[in-house]
């Protein structure tokens, strides 16, 4: 007689789980779905708010460790205040920084001294890019063709970008996957850059 509650609570908890198979439930596969995919990070270029300059650097340390944390900082705050200001994605525009550096890894026409940090002008050997005096005006190059890219409105900020007429019509490409065959040859450009993109907003 002592046995009956447990054959009862086992009971309920059977026709439970029952239930929810009928319905579609599955904790398992709810689980398992990757990061990237349970919180999506944003594809319009133009627009948006930041998730932040720490989020930024814990991102961008978790690929690159060796990197000098303090300048890693100083770029994302460069980044946040330089989109900001021209209505561009923060977050894009320092995801896209990334996928170009290598994670400022550089190792190609494009040198670190350089402050060039989206490869404008790297078009092979003899033609190594654009260089900046600093980071801020590479920064702001990068944001300004980015811009060019996403919008036809008008630049808030002074010229830095030498390239920035060049890019035609304005506003070609006013998602991330519009950079694809553009920006890059890659056609798979948008995609890589919204993997790095999703991998911020699941942290």
């Known amino acids: 007689m002592r046995t009956f509650p447990v054959y009862i609570a086992i009971l309920a908890l059977v026709v439970s789980l029952a239930s929810c198979a009928s319905s579609g439930a ?13 919180r999506p990070g944003p594809e319009r270029i133009m627009g948006g708010v ?14 690159n ?12 705050a460069l980044y946040v205040e330089e989109s900001s200001l021209e209505g561009v994605n923060p977050d894009i ?10 994670f400022l890894r550089f190792g190609g026409l494009v040198t670190e001294d ?8 790297s078009i092979g050997p003899g033609q190594p890019g654009n260089a900046f005096p600093d980071e801020r005006t590479g920064v702001r190059a990068h944001v300004q063709h980015l811009k060019a890219y996403a919008s036809a409105e008008p630049l808030r900020g002074p010229l830095v970008d030498p390239r920035y007429r060049y890019v035609n019509p304005k506003g070609k490409a006013p998602t991330i996957h519009g950079l694809g065959g553009t920006w890059a ?5 948008g995609v890589k850059l ?7 907003y699941a942290r």
């Open 26 to 38: 599955s904790f398992a596969v709810t689980a398992s779905l990757p990061p990237e995919r349970a």
């Open 50 to 63: 930041s998730v932040g300059e720490e989020r930024l650097v814990g991102f961008f340390m978790e690929s």
């Open 65 to 76: 460790p060796s990197k000098d944390r303090a300048k890693v900082a100083r770029l994302a």
């Open 93 to 102: 525009a320092f995801a896209q920084m990334c996928l170009e550096t290598g």
């Open 114 to 121: 350089m402050n060039n940090f989206c490869g404008l002008g």
């Open 185 to 189: 040859a890659d056609r798979e450009y």
């Open 194 to 200: 919204a993997g790095l993109i999703g991998r911020i």
